[in-house]
């Protein structure tokens, strides 16, 4: 008999194609909705592969019934909705989807930033709603980004993608990482600083560092006071990396200016969420990655890693 797969999502009709010719697939088919969790668990009994999403939630419940799994491909870089050890306790491969991702990723940061300093989202409802009677020194006046100075928490591959970004428009970079690179500072002309020191010298401050609980709300309260009244925080990484109830407040008093926000601590986002209701926040549907060729890519590269490990060979983007 074939390997069975599992996929949790609705995917192109090209990718899924590779996976036919060699297994038995099966596809949840609404692609506007998380698969229900009776339907996961009742799915995933007898695969041996698992393709999923960053809305599904691969816990120790799940992994007791999956008795023939051998591989869990997570279409996303951060696999924080998998239990990793103890899937490695089963001896079942998680892998991610890194690389592909990173430029989609870096443009969309930057294009948070500039919508947030610059106040595009405010300003397109402005003269949508025929506000717009004259012009006036100081409207829709923002904030300067060229030649300002930006702070990245974080240097992985989306961090070195943003600099590349910001050296064009000659800000200042600086950045700060629980591992120093020294060799990326000369390289990409940036200089290291500890956490608190960034976030007191930056006009901008991007988080792209992977969540894990040890830094759960490493923005919190505490560092949003450190910032400069004038500064915007902007998140594209993961939304329990900052304390949602902090910065609501720090932002609804004044205590910095601004935010652009495409991921929260819990997705999809209520409709009556605080922060939905601030003018000086930017806020989107957690779509960093959100392009038809880097979807395409991504979802190529979990299948991918199906293929090969249910034919014997190695994972390409292993986690665990």
């Not at 610059?118 to 829709?140: C, D, H, I, K, V």
Request: hydrophobic content about 40%.
């Amino acid at each position: 008999m074939k390997p069975k797969v599992y996929i949790t999502r609705k995917l192109p009709e090209g990718v899924v194609t590779k996976l036919s010719e060699r297994f038995e697939v099966n596809m949840y088919e609404d692609e506007n909705s998380v698969v229900p969790r009776d339907i996961l668990l009742k799915e995933v009994k007898d695969v041996d592969g698992l393709i999923c999403l960053l809305t599904d939630k691969i816990d120790q419940e799940l992994l007791e019934q999956a008795k023939n799994l051998k591989i869990i491909a997570n279409i996303a870089v951060g696999y924080n909705n998998i239990d990793v050890n103890a899937a490695a306790q089963k001896g079942i491969v998680v892998t991610n989807t890194p690389g592909v991702l990173t430029e989609a990723t870096a443009d969309l940061t930057f294009a948070l930033l500039m919508a947030t300093a610059r106040r595009l989202p405010e300003a397109s409802s402005y003269l949508r709603r025929g506000e717009w009677g004259t012009w006036s020194l100081m409207q829709m006046t923002g904030q300067e980004i060229y030649g300002s100075t930006i702070g990245i928490i974080g240097l992985g591959r989306i961090a070195e993608a943003l600099v590349k970004r910001a050296k064009g428009f000659n800000m200042r970079v600086i950045y700060y990482n629980r591992t120093r690179k020294t060799d990326k500072e000369a390289e990409l002309g940036i200089e290291y600083c500890e956490l608190n020191s960034l976030l007191q010298q930056s006009d901008f401050v991007s988080i792209l560092i992977p969540y894990s609980p040890e830094v759960h709300h490493l923005i919190g309260e505490k560092e949003l006071l450190l910032m400069k009244k004038d500064a915007i925080l902007i998140n594209t990484a993961r939304g329990g990396l900052v304390d949602e109830v902090a910065l609501y407040e720090a932002l609804a008093k004044g205590q910095i200016w601004g935010a652009g926000l495409d991921v929260f601590e819990e997705e999809p986002v209520p409709s009556d969420h605080p922060l939905l209701t601030l003018p000086n926040v930017v806020t989107l549907p957690h779509i960093g990655s959100s392009t038809v060729k880097t979807r395409m890519k991504m979802a190529s590269l979990a299948v991918d890693n199906i293929v090969n490990v249910l034919e014997g060979k190695s994972p390409l983007t292993p986690v665990n």
